[in-house]
Each structure stands twice: as structure tokens, then as C-alpha cells.
């Protein structure tokens, strides 16, 4: 079978890293705005801000994803223009230039002293709600975390909230999977990245190793186990989801997202944690694999997988935790954790959304996220909806907007109430008469590969 072109899941990815999680370029916004703004932080980040003709009092903070350092204040231009028609001014940073695509160094500083250049330029704001898109929704979380005096509430998007030491191991143990099985001259080379070229031809020899994988059943049954440890949502575009006992269409739908794209976004991506922790962040040694499938929603399927096969799962298992011997750097994990993590608490009220079917930042990141701040005492301040649909960040803007509607509910009420529910937001998305919405009850599993 030859190797598809990186086309449709390539794009939705390259889409997901230069425009739909860093939103609009700063050229983006040159209309329908009465007052804009820019400027530039003492750390060098830039900020950029919108105001309406008729100011509703409300500012909006953007934090934006993972990608070029470029200052954005809202995650679409059709978010921004329905955003700015209804009354709200918006405002953004870049982050500091200066250091890794992965600047979680500097964007919650960053971000908060663009509210305050803000403040001092354009005017004081009656509200101010922090919303967050992919890397930007952790970034958001920390700001609700941190920001109480300074924000009301906050609005996650997709967000990348089980932080970065999660994010690093479970996609090290599907990397492992692969190069195990299909790449063993590369076991020994997933960390630790010398460079972004690197990264990205590491990550084209893995696409290719799995691609010759997916001719045979016993490679289908392993690229499972991949996807399993991966997170991996079994929903891909242009498809419908496949049923539930449908263990081989499960799989088909897995492998389109790794053939096409996935692997080229993510590898190198761990290039650039690396670089701004300094070191490598992740490791294996002392997992126990037979024991993260056990904690997937995917076992089922990889066990009826390797059955079909006529391959010994157990024997699979014992090998990939016998050869698991990487060591993360401790001061460099210690510099993500303080950096990159979330939910040990929230200061002010925040909603999360998230699409069921996210390749890039899995839905049972929503998990973690809650479990850690149930254990602060703070779940009365969380809410988190679902949309039923494939990809990162793939909000329409009514579904943003009604999202946003609930969070000033409970800011105005003091109380959630049926705001966050599905029902209700898909009430108040429809009343928009803008572009649909998908909203639906959910529940994600459990996060494979936290340690």
C-alpha cells in the first residue's frame, strides 16, 4: 500500500500548530474594530489588544496554543469578529520570543502584564474573563489558578490541562510501542532530541514504520497498543465513528491519524519541551505496560486485536517493560512541574470544553484535570462540556460563544446552576443562529501513561 499524502490529517494538524492555536496573525484584526492596540513587554513578548465601538465592559484574555510566539487575542478571526460585534474587547501577548515554542516559562507573567498594559493604555474593564486554546487552556488554567484580584472567571478551549510531564510520558510510551516493534534502530533515540530536524525525521521513520506495520494483522494489533498508551481517539475525519465492538475499524480509524500527520506534529514538538526544560522530561523506567493497558479504555479492543492476530499479548507486554530503561532529567522534570502543570486548584470559576475525538490533546486530559482539583476542594468552581466531533480545538463559534455565555451565568448568579450542561449550552448555541453546535453528555475515561 503506498504511503498516503500528508493532506487532510496533515493540514488539520499544521492548522492545529500555525493558526488554530495561536489564533489570528496580528493582520488579521485590521477591521471592525474602534480602537486598536499594541505594544511590547519587558521581556520582549508583544501584546495586542481590540476594542468595540460600544464596550460592554467585558475584557476577554486569550491565551493562545502551542506554536510561533505571535501575539493573538482571540482563537479565530470569526470568534474575534462575532466577539467584537457583541461588545467585548480582547486582548493577548506573544509570550517571550526569545525561548521555545513551549513558553510556559513566561505566558502566565506574560499574559497577566498584558492585562495590566491594557489597563493602563485602553481602560479599566468591569470583568475580565481568561480564555485559553490548547497550550493556551493550560496556560488559562494556571490563570485561574493564580489570578484570583485580577480575573473573574476563565473559559479553556481544548486545553492541553494534564500539563506537560503527562503530555511527555504517555506520548514516550506510544513512541516506545512503535520503535519497539517497527523501528528498533530508534528505541534508543525518542529523547533527548538534538535539534527540530531531527525530531522531524525521527518522526518520518516512525510514519513509515508504521505504515509497512498496518499491511499485517500482528502489526495492526501492536499500532493498537500504540494508540492505546497514546490516548488515541478511534474517530477520524471525513468518518463515522465506528461502533463500539468494532475493534478492527477502531484501529483503521487509529492508524489514519498517525499515517497522516500525527507523528510529524508530536515528535518534534517533544524537540521544543526539551528545549525549554532544559533537558529531557520524560522516561519509562519502572513502567509496568501490562499495567497502563489494564487502566485504557483501548485494552478491550488490543486484546481482541492480539486474539484475532493469534499474537501473545502478555510476551508483548513483558518485552516493552523489560527494555524500558529511560531516565528523565530531574531538573528538568522539576522545571516543567513548576512551569507546566495545572489544577492544583482554582481561584476563580472555570469551564472547560474539549471535542470527544482530539488527536492532538486527548479528551481524558478533562480527567486529569478534574481529579487533581477535586483533590484541592475547588470541583464547585469546574465545569467541563463536550462536543461531539473529530480534532483539535474544532469549535464552531457558536459553541465558543455559548460557552462563554455560561461563564458570566455563574459569574453573574454566583451559581452554575444548568448553565454548563449540554443541553443548555446547546439551547444557548442554537439561539445564536451562527454556525451549529454539538454539544453532548460525556464522560472521558481515565488518562493512560500519567506516572
Request: proline share 4%; glycine share 10%; hydrophobic share 45%.
Amino acid at each position: 500500500m503506498p504511503r498516503p499524502r500528508l493532506s487532510t490529517l496533515t493540514a488539520a494538524c499544521a492548522t492545529a500548530l500555525a493558526t488554530a492555536l495561536i489564533g489570528p496573525a496580528t493582520g488579521a484584526h485590521a477591521t471592525a474594530a474602534a480602537g486598536q492596540y499594541s505594544g511590547t513587554l519587558t521581556d520582549g513578548a508583544t501584546w495586542i489588544a481590540d476594542q468595540p465601538e460600544q464596550w460592554n465592559g467585558t475584557l476577554l484574555l486569550f491565551s493562545h496554543g502551542f506554536g510561533p510566539t505571535t501575539a493573538a487575542d482571540s482563537p479565530s478571526p470569526a470568534v474575534r469578529q462575532t466577539l467584537l460585534d457583541a461588545g467585548y474587547a480582547l486582548v493577548g501577548s506573544s509570550y517571550d520570543p526569545s525561548g521555545s515554542m513551549w513558553a510556559l516559562d513566561s505566558a502566565e507573567r506574560d499574559q497577566f502584564a498584558a492585562l495590566t498594559a491594557f489597563r493602563r493604555q485602553v481602560g479599566t474593564p468591569t470583568r475580565v474573563i481568561s480564555v485559553g486554546q490548547s497550550m493556551g487552556g493550560l496556560v488559562n488554567a494556571q490563570i485561574a489558578r493564580d489570578g484570583a484580584g485580577r480575573v473573574d472567571g476563565a473559559l479553556g478551549l481544548c486545553g492541553l490541562v494534564a500539563g506537560g510531564v503527562d503530555l511527555d510520558n504517555y506520548q514516550l510510551d506510544a513512541e516506545y510501542t512503535l520503535a519497539t516493534f517497527f523501528d528498533p534502530a530508534d528505541a534508543d533515540a525518542l529523547v533527548n532530541l538534538d535539534n527540530q530536524t531531527d525530531a522531524a525525521a525521527l518522526a518520518d521513520r516512525l510514519t513509515k514504520a508504521v505504515e509497512a506495520a498496518q499491511q499485517t494483522p500482528a502489526g495492526r494489533a501492536r499500532i493498537a497498543l500504540a494508540a492505546a498508551y497514546l490516548n488515541l481517539a478511534d474517530w477520524a475525519p471525513g468518518e463515522q465513528p465506528p461502533a463500539q465492538g468494532d475493534f478492527a475499524g477502531q484501529e483503521q480509524q487509529q492508524y489514519t491519524w498517525l499515517a497522516q500527520g500525527l507523528l510529524s506534529f508530536i515528535v518534534p514538538a517533544r524537540w521544543s519541551v526539551e528545549q525549554s526544560a532544559g533537558g529531557n522530561t520524560s522516561w519509562n523506567k519502572g513502567v509496568d505496560y501490562a499495567g497502563l493497558l489494564r487502566k485504557s479504555a483501548h485494552a478491550k479492543q488490543v486484546r481482541a486485536l492480539y486474539r484475532d492476530a493469534g499474537l501473545n499479548l502478555p510476551n508483548d507486554l513483558n518485552r516493552l517493560t523489560r527494555g524500558a530503561d529511560i531516565a528523565a532529567d530531574p531538573a528538568a522534570v522539576a522545571r516543567l512541574r513548576r512551569t507546566s502543570t495545572a489544577g492544583q486548584g482554582l481561584a476563580v470559576p472555570l469551564l472547560d470544553i474539549h471535542t470527544t475525538a482530539d488527536q492532538l490533546v486527548p479528551v481524558e486530559q478533562e480527567s486529569a484535570l478534574a481529579g487533581r482539583v477535586r483533590a484541592a476542594g475547588d470541583s464547585a468552581l469546574l465545569r467541563q462540556a463536550f462536543v461531539a466531533r473529530q480534532s483539535h480545538c474544532n469549535f464552531t463559534t457558536a459553541e465558543v460563544v455559548a460557552a462563554l455565555h455560561a461563564v458570566e451565568h455563574r459569574l453573574d448568579t454566583r451559581h452554575w446552576d444548568d448553565a454548563a450542561t449540554a443541553a443548555q449550552l446547546q439551547r444557548g448555541a442554537d439561539a445564536l443562529g451562527l454556525d451549529g453546535a454539538a454539544f453532548t453528555d460525556y464522560r472521558p475515561g481515565r488518562l493512560t501513561g500519567t506516572r
